[in-house]
Antibody
Framework: EVQLVDSGGGLVQPGRSLRLSCAAS????????MHWVRQAPGKGLEWVSG????????DYADSVEGRFTISRDNAKNSLYLQMNSLRAEDTALYYC???????????????WGQGTLVTVSS | SYELTQPPSVSVSPGQTATVTCSGD??????ASWYQQRPGQSPVLVIY???KRPSGIPERFSGSNSGTTATLTIGGTQAMDEADYYC?????????FGGGTKLTVL
């Protein structure tokens, strides 16, 4: 059974940094692209970033480009999101999601973590 | 930037057919996926590549995509189908979600 466990969220001041983690199990992690998707309170889903199986291809939403960095450690079956220069509008529940293929694009998201809440506020 | 438009809400009586639409420029030339999100839960994939169902998703869920509109159809809607539904497609290297549709079964 695929399991994705998100962690690392919390309350952080504007301009500060936070690192999210996603621990994966139940599938061959390095066979699949992985993604982060967020959901602001009471709002819809927003794709944040995706990374290919071998970390060669990385894509970001315009809203986070230059501030967020996605990475993965296939030896540890883990996905990460380094978030810098955080803003109030980054406040959201952040989900790790498994892609359907090795590359980032044209995936569907077939498994999701439980989400980790990031609150950016002074 | 590419946009997908969904109706904010759809209502259906139990046992009837629910239809949720998703509109976007030349959407029929892309693959659409659909996700169900029940209150307080993570999203669940219910349709991918326009009309395919993942294992474990009931047959009453079906999808289509043509022209500018993708459609999620739920036949014989049950109370447990009450949830938010999101369509999703790819625009170049970015995934795009629709704004979501709240399906009410009453």
């Amino acid at each position: 059974e695929v399991q994705l466990v998100d962690s690392g969220g919390g309350l952080v001041q504007p301009g500060r940094s936070l690192r999210l983690s996603c621990a994966a199990s139940g599938f061959t992690f390095d066979d699949y692209a992985m993604h982060w998707v967020r959901q602001a309170p009471g709002k819809g889903l927003e794709w944040v970033s995706g990374i290919s199986w071998n970390s060669v291809t990385i894509d970001y939403a315009d809203s986070v480009e230059g501030r967020f960095t996605i990475s993965r450690d296939n030896a540890k079956n883990s996905l990460y999101l380094q978030m810098n220069s955080l803003r109030a509008e980054d406040t959201a529940l952040y989900y790790c999601a498994k892609g359907s293929g090795t590359v980032t694009t044209l995936n569907w998201f077939d498994s999701w973590g439980q989400g980790t809440l990031v609150t950016v506020s002074s | 930037s590419y946009e997908l438009t969904q109706p904010p809400s759809v209502s259906v009586s139990p046992g009837q057919t629910a239809t949720v639409t998703c509109s976007g420029d030349k959407l029929g030339e892309k693959y659409a996926s659909w996700y169900q999100q029940r209150p307080g839960q993570s999203p669940v994939l219910v349709i991918y590549q326009d009309k395919k169902r993942p294992s474990g998703i009931p047959e009453r869920f079906s999808g289509s995509n043509s022209g500018t509109t993708a459609t999620l159809t739920i036949g014989g809607t049950q109370a447990m189908d009450e949830a938010d539904y999101y369509c999703q497609a790819w625009d170049s290297s970015s995934a795009v979600f629709g704004g979501g549709t709240k399906l009410t079964v009453l």
